[in-house]
């Protein structure tokens, strides 16, 4: 039930194209939804994070989808970029909680 | 970074020697954090601490101990290393305010037992 589990491992996108990354869970008491983006031989960096009172965030050109029936949550990079290339790592607490569950991460690829 | 140093960047070490990770932080946050990240598991919890001397177990807390002495540093210990503990370990503190709940990771330090 702790666990949060995203997909696809990997992807390729050609520049200017659509990124979208999925992931679901389980436990219902999770609150806070962050997604981190990671870059070879550096710590992850908090990129978006979305609580499930809305639906969408929207931060330039990155966006959290949020189905909270569903219990699924999706990153979108639109017009992406070579610079988007890296890892991204969902991730999922509870308000009050002391911990993070992440996802297993996503290396994204983005070809010129 | 927030602040956060991690040492050493790089150790190549035996399988059964102690071993010890430092990571050290500037800015008094109460929470930190010592993550493993390898190839297909993502980020795993190993220990945390909410407070000088309050430690607790993550996911993954066997052959692992931690300890911190004073707010600044969270040493993570491996007290007879195994080739199953080759990883990157990350450091991180947790920073939250009334709308966000942040964590700010190190830059990693890759361990390789032999």
């Known amino acids: 039930q702790q666990q949060v589990k995203q997909s696809p491992q990997s992807l390729i996108v050609q520049k200017g194209g659509i990124s979208i990354i999925n992931c679901a869970y389980e436990n219902t008491a999770f609150d806070y939804f962050p997604w981190y983006q990671q870059f070879p031989g550096k710590g992850p960096a908090l990129l978006i994070a979305?609580?499930?009172?809305?639906s969408e965030k929207k931060e330039g050109r990155f966006t959290i989808s949020f189905n909270k029936s569903a219990k699924q949550f999706s990153l979108h990079i639109m017009d992406s970029q070579p610079g988007d290339s890296a890892t991204y790592f969902c991730a999922a607490s509870i308000q009050g909680a002391q911990k993070l569950v992440f996802g297993q991460g996503t290396r994204l690829t983005i070809n010129p | 970074d927030a602040g956060i140093t991690q040492s050493p960047r790089h150790k190549v070490t035996e399988t059964g020697t102690p071993v010890t990770l430092r990571c050290h932080q500037t800015e008094n946050h109460r929470y930190m954090y010592w993550y493993r990240q390898d190839p297909g598991h993502g980020l795993r919890l190993i220990h945390y601490s909410y407070g000088v001397k309050d430690t607790d177990k993550g996911e993954v807390s066997d052959g692992y101990s931690v300890s911190r002495s004073k707010t600044e540093d969270f040493l993570l210990t491996l007290e007879s290393a195994t080739s199953s503990q080759t990883s990157v370990y990350f450091c991180a503190i947790r920073e939250r305010t009334a709308s966000t709940d942040t964590q700010y990771f190190g830059p990693g330090t890759r361990l390789t037992v032999l």
């Open positions: 979305i609580r499930p009172d809305v």
